[in-house]
């Protein structure tokens, strides 16, 4: 079965960066779409972007250009996700998903709490 | 970018009750719309893919229609564990955008 199994959370404090990891299992890790998702707490969802394992292009939100950068590892079929230049407003759930008819199968999340 | 207007923001309903939220697109997205389900603390979950297909183990009460730019997700006989928010998604063109969502409750 498909699972998409992401790292722990972080406490990071503004100004740093954070990578996470979403390792996935159960299919072709080449043959899909990775899509990256922002919840802030008690808010809806935001797009970030995607990358293509296989090819590695992307494409980005314009919101989150500088922001994030998607990277893969076809090697361990895991995928990642940097986020730089952190401030409180990057505090929020981070999602990977996986294309399947738009986006089928998500991961549980990675928390990412930025504070001094 | 395609905006996805859901209406209404939040809604109190009874076991048994027949509900029914809608979801409106900016500009024409096709049959590109997904419908989630997210109770608290999980990960959202899909219900409905292309706009009106049942995803896999789905209870036949949840079911998705629409086209164009005007779609709905109705629940046709209210369950305890139905309580979530619900959004739609149109893959139709990046970016990729989520209505707000709608915060369904029992009364």
């Known amino acids: 079965q498909v699972q998409l199994q992401q790292s722990g959370a972080e406490l990071v404090k503004p100004g740093s960066s954070v990578k996470m990891s979403c390792k996935a299992s159960?299919?072709?890790?080449?043959?899909?779409?990775i899509y990256w998702i922002k919840q802030r707490p008690g808010q809806g969802l935001e797009w970030i972007g995607r990358i293509g394992p296989g090819s590695g292009d992307t494409n980005y939100n314009e919101k989150f250009k500088g922001k994030a950068t998607f990277t893969v590892d076809k090697s361990s079929s895991t995928a990642y996700m940097q986020l730089s230049s952190l401030t409180p407003e990057d505090t929020a759930v981070y999602y990977c998903?996986?294309?399947?008819?738009?986006?089928?199968?998500w991961g549980q999340g990675v928390m990412v709490t930025v504070s001094s | 970018n395609t905006v996805m207007t859901q209406s209404p923001t939040s809604m109190f309903t009874s076991v048994g009750d027949r509900v029914t939220m809608s979801c409106k697109a900016s500009q024409n997205v096709g049959i590109n719309v997904g419908w989630y389900q997210q109770k608290t603390g999980q990960s959202p979950k899909r219900l409905i893919y292309?706009?009106?297909n049942r995803d896999t183990g789905v209870p036949d009460r949840f079911t998705g229609s629409g086209s164009g730019t005007d779609f709905t997700l109705t629940i046709s006989n209210m369950q305890a564990e139905d309580p979530a928010i619900y959004y739609c998604l149109q893959h139709n063109s990046y970016p990729f955008t989520f209505g707000s969502g709608t915060k369904l409750e029992i009364k």
């Open positions: 998903a996986r294309s399947a008819m738009g986006i089928g199968y």
């Open positions: 292309w706009a009106s």
């Open positions: 159960g299919y072709t890790f080449t043959s899909y779409y």
